[in-house]
């Protein structure tokens, strides 16, 4: 529920400006600094020249089912990606008050000292739903990576490939292994018969590529059979992060590893525990000694607390109703709300992938329209993700929708009414001036009317 305490001025306090620090502290003098770097500098025009339009850093003040009231307004939250509505489960929930009457709020030590049973029952689960021998928790798939990727390719001799598409977290954690000797090479797996050729070329001692199970903004599944093939004839080990894949695809709810039948051989799984499944936590997931290795390497578990018990029980409560007739119930009913929505969107005239993933791409294009296509929706009485770069190429921003099976007929309906708004709101603008200044009257219009800056000053900060 709202808290009815929370003023205006709070709510104004949590947007992000990326203002010059005051003062003449090392610090203050630091940070200005950074505020010059040039993705900064285009990060804090944009901040400053959308001054509260863009849908980033919002407020959920209430939240019910999927209705929301968001930056104060109510709409149906399609941004989610608590797919099968696990966090708000009956059987989650539950599970997770007992666990805090039962062990506390926190066990007060890290792994490598004591564990709770319950988080080394979760290991076990979590290895079952996916196949594996074994599974390490971390507090969350970054802090997987970040323990995980050093730990067994941070050294000289070892060529880490990095699909293009591949989560920022990945490539973060590999940076830590490039400064320990590692080599990291882009690749795009859409053109397989290249990146065999790349893979048969290296000599290196130690050979691996990183790829999302599912892409977290396409919302699709790459070819990774066919990839697994290629890692076994050129001597390649595959590393895969499939967070937006468990709970969501499989029998199971394993992920692509159970859906595409994946061998553990020569792979090595992450993932996170609060999407599909609702809850939190992150896990890889290997052979015996893969795990039994990172046990007593990966700093992220050796250094790091562990989950928290509610944290826990509610993990083990969502994988016992993710492997159920209700989870899978829940499974059919997401795709096909997927094929539906899809189908409705391209029938009103939007660019769509193909596929049955609950996330489910808009392609827009240039940045404003982008954004004013988001509020336009927003208006409409639905939120979903307006996404630019860096996430995306420059120039293809796109509106990301997640469905999730507890989204009601209804909901649906509001969803696709919205965007037959949208496209009629869109096909309102057109100009042979560009595609940036088709949509610029109406967001300087729109700025002006919440009582920002004048017209003449967004055509000046545009370049235009």
Avoid at 64 to 77: C, L, P, Q
Avoid at 203 to 230: C, F, N, T, W
């Amino acid at each position: 529920m709202a808290n009815s305490d929370f003023s205006n001025q709070e709510s104004s306090n949590h947007e992000v400006h990326l203002q010059a620090a005051l003062g003449s502290a090392p610090l203050a003098g630091h940070i200005n600094r950074l505020l010059k770097k040039p993705e900064i500098v285009r990060a804090r025009r944009f901040a400053q020249m959308l001054d509260g339009f863009h849908l980033k850093n919002t407020l959920t003040e209430q939240v019910d089912g999927r209705k929301a009231v968001i930056d104060g307004r109510s709409v149906v939250n399609f941004g989610s990606a608590n797919y099968l509505g696990f966090e708000r489960h009956p059987a989650v929930l539950e599970a997770a008050r007992h666990a805090l009457s039962e062990w506390g709020n926190h066990s007060g030590c890290s792994r490598i000292f004591s564990s709770h049973e319950n988080i080394v029952r979760l290991e076990r689960e979590i290895a079952r739903l996916v196949g594996a021998d074994e599974s390490l928790i971390c507090a969350n798939t970054s802090q997987v990576h970040q323990g995980t990727i050093p730990a067994l390719f941070g050294a000289a001799g070892v060529t880490i490939y990095l699909d293009r598409y591949a989560h920022t977290s990945m490539h973060q954690a590999s940076l830590i292994a490039v400064a320990k000797g590692a080599r990291l090479q882009r690749v795009d797996i859409r053109d397989l018969a290249a990146v065999e050729n790349q893979f048969r070329d290296d000599s290196a001692q130690v050979k691996v590529v990183m790829i999302d199970g599912v892409y977290s903004m396409q919302g699709h599944v790459p070819e990774i059979r066919e990839l697994q093939k290629i890692c076994d004839r050129t001597g390649t080990i595959l590393y895969i992060d499939d967070a937006h894949g468990i709970a969501v695809y499989g029998e199971r709810g394993g992920g692509v590893v159970e859906m595409l039948d994946l061998s553990f051989e020569n792979m090595i799984l992450t993932a996170g525990l609060q999407k599909g499944l609702g809850a939190y936590g992150g896990f890889v997931a290997a052979r015996k000694p893969v795990i039994d290795f990172l046990r007593v390497s990966s700093r992220s578990y050796i250094f790091s607390g562990t989950l928290q018990p509610q944290a826990v029980e509610g993990s083990l409560a969502a994988i016992a109703v993710c492997d159920s007739d209700e989870g899978r119930n829940l499974r059919a009913r997401l795709k096909t709300m997927s094929k539906k929505v899809r189908q409705g969107l391209r029938e009103l005239g939007f660019v769509v992938p193909a596929g049955d993933s609950p996330i489910v791409s808009v392609a827009m294009g240039a940045e404003l329209k982008t954004l004013l296509a988001g509020r336009k929706l927003f208006d409409e009485g639905v939120y979903v993700n307006s996404v630019l770069y860096p996430a995306t190429p420059k120039g293809e921003g796109l509106l990301r929708i997640s469905l999730n099976a507890i989204h009601t007929d209804e909901e649906i309906a509001l969803l696709m009414t919205a965007f037959s708004a949208l496209k009629s709101y869109l096909d309102g603008y057109r100009s042979p001036l560009g595609p940036n200044f088709s949509y610029l009257k109406e967001f300087a219009g729109r700025q002006l009317r919440r009582g920002r800056r004048s017209s003449s000053e967004w055509v000046k900060k545009l370049g235009l």
